[in-house]
C-alpha cells in the first residue's frame, strides 16, 4: 500500500462512519501531496514539509513508505465492520467519473485541469458534461460551442497520454415535454449523455413522471442525473415528486442507469429512492457532478452509499472499463433504432 492509497481508504474509512467533511477532506488534501512522490522510506518531519500535510497525516505517510500498515488505519479498520470493505472495494474498482463541469459552463477549471485530476486519481475515463443551452445562469453550450469543445477534448486527450480518456458528453436539460435540450445530430456523436430536469422542479407528479419517463427512454440517454433535485443544505429545496416505480422501471428496461450523485448538498436519490431504484434493476452511475478538481474524491461516498445497500460493482457502470461502456452505449442506440424503425 503507498502512502496515497493508505491516505484515501482512511478517508473513505473516516467517512463511512460519519466523520466531519473537513476531517475526511485533510486526508485527501495529504494524498494529493504525496501523489508523486518517489517510492522508499520517507520520515515524519519530511513529510510535514509537503503542502497539505499535518502531523497526523505525516505519521500515517511515514509509516506507510516502509510497506507497513499504518497504525492509524489498522485501528479504524478494526473499528468498522466487513460491510466497509465492500465499500473500499467499490472505490478501488471505479473506473471513471459519467458527470463533471468545466470553466465552459459554470465549473471553474479548465478542462485539462478536471481530466488530469481524474486520471491522477485513477481513474481510466471521466466524462465532460457542461451544462444546455437553456440553462442559461450557468452558461449552457450552445450547439456551437458544444461543437468546438469536441475539438478541445479530442487536443486535451492527445495530451493526457494513453492511460486515460477524457470522453465528450453533456449534462442535457430535460424540457417540459420529456425532449432534450440539444439537436440530436450532435447528442448521438457524444460519448455520454447526462440527462437532469432543472426546471419546474415543483411540477405535479403525474407531468414530472411523463416528462422523467420520456427522457429516460430516449436512446441517446444514457444517465438520468440527481434525479429528485431536492438540495439538502442551506434553505435547501425540496425532492421533486414523480412515480418512482413507473420512472424507474422505465430506467430498467432502457438500460439508463441511475444517477448517485455525490455532491454533499445533493446526495440524490435519497437513500428509500435508492433502495427502490435498485429493486427495479436499475444500473447505476456514481458521479461527482464536480466542479472543480478537489471535488472528485466525494465519489466514494456514492460508493459507500452503494455498499451499503449491497449493489455490486457490475451494476455500477463507474466500474465498467472503457470498452464497456463506449459497447453498451452503441448496443442501446442501435437495437433502439431497429426495435423503432
Ligand atoms: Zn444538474
Ligand atoms: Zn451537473
Known amino acids: 500500500m503507498t502512502p496515497d492509497q493508505a491516505l484515501r481508504r482512511i478517508a473513505f474509512l473516516l467517512e463511512w462512519r460519519g466523520a466531519s467533511p473537513y476531517r475526511v477532506r ?15 522510506p520517507v520520515d515524519a518531519a519530511q513529510a510535514a514539509q509537503l503542502r497539505g500535510v499535518g502531523p497526523v497525516t505525516a505519521e500515517v505517510i ?38 463533471l463541469h468545466s470553466d465552459w459552463s459554470d465549473g471553474g477549471s479548465p478542462i485539462e485541469d478536471m481530466a488530469s485530476a481524474a486520471r491522477a486519481l485513477g481513474h481510466q475515463w471521466a466524462v465532460l458534461t457542461d451544462h444546455s443551452p437553456r440553462l442559461t445562469i450557468a452558461h449552457g453550450l450552445s450547439a456551437e460551442r458544444l ?22 458528453g453533456i449534462e442535457c436539460d430535460i424540457l417540459d415535454d420529456g425532449s432534450l435540450d440539444q439537436d440530436d445530430d ?23 413522471t411523463t416528462r422523467m419517463v420520456a427522457a429516460v427512454r430516449n436512446p441517446h440517454v ?11 443544505t ?13 420512472v424507474f422501471a422505465a430506467c430498467a428496461e432502457a438500460g439508463t442507469a441511475v444517477e448517485i450523485n455525490c455532491r454533499p448538498e445533493r446526495r440524490d436519490p435519497p437513500d428509500d429512492l435508492l433502495v427502490r431504484a435498485a429493486a427495479a434493476g436499475c444500473r447505476f452511475a456514481v458521479d461527482t457532478d464536480a466542479h472543480a478538481p478537489e471535488q472528485l474524491h466525494w465519489q466514494s ?18 466500474t465498467w472499463p472503457l470498452e464497456r461502456l463506449l459497447a453498451a452505449r ?8 431497429g426495435g423503432h424503425g
Open 26 to 40: 485533510a486526508f485527501h488534501t495529504a494524498a494529493d501531496a504525496v501523489r508523486d512522490m518517489p517510492p522508499g
Open 62 to 99: 511515514s509509516q506507510a513508505s516502509t510497506g507497513a500498515v499504518p497504525t492509524y488505519l489498522a485501528r479504524l479498520q478494526a473499528e468498522v465492520g466487513p460491510d466497509a470493505e465492500a465499500g473500499w472495494n467499490l472505490v478501488a474498482a471505479s473506473a471513471g467519473d459519467c458527470h
Open 147 to 168: 461543437r468546438s469543445q469536441l475539438e478541445a477534448v479530442a487536443e486535451a486527450n492527445s495530451r493526457l497520454g494513453p492511460r486515460f480518456r477524457l470522453l465528450t
Open 186 to 208: 450532435l447528442l448521438d456523436r457524444l460519448d455520454i449523455v447526462v440527462a437532469s430536469v432543472h426546471s419546474r422542479l415543483r411540477s405535479e407528479p403525474e407531468p414530472m
Open 222 to 232: 444514457d444517465v438520468l442525473g440527481h434525479c429528485t433535485g431536492r438540495i439538502i
Open 234 to 246: 442551506g434553505r435547501g429545496r425540496p425532492q421533486s415528486r414523480f412515480d418512482a416505480e413507473t
Open 301 to 318: 461516498t456514492g460508493y459507500a452509499r452503494a455498499a451499503r445497500i449491497g449493489l455490486e460493482a457490475n451494476r455500477l457502470i463507474t
Open 330 to 337: 452503441s448496443g442501446r442506440q442501435s437495437s433502439s433504432r
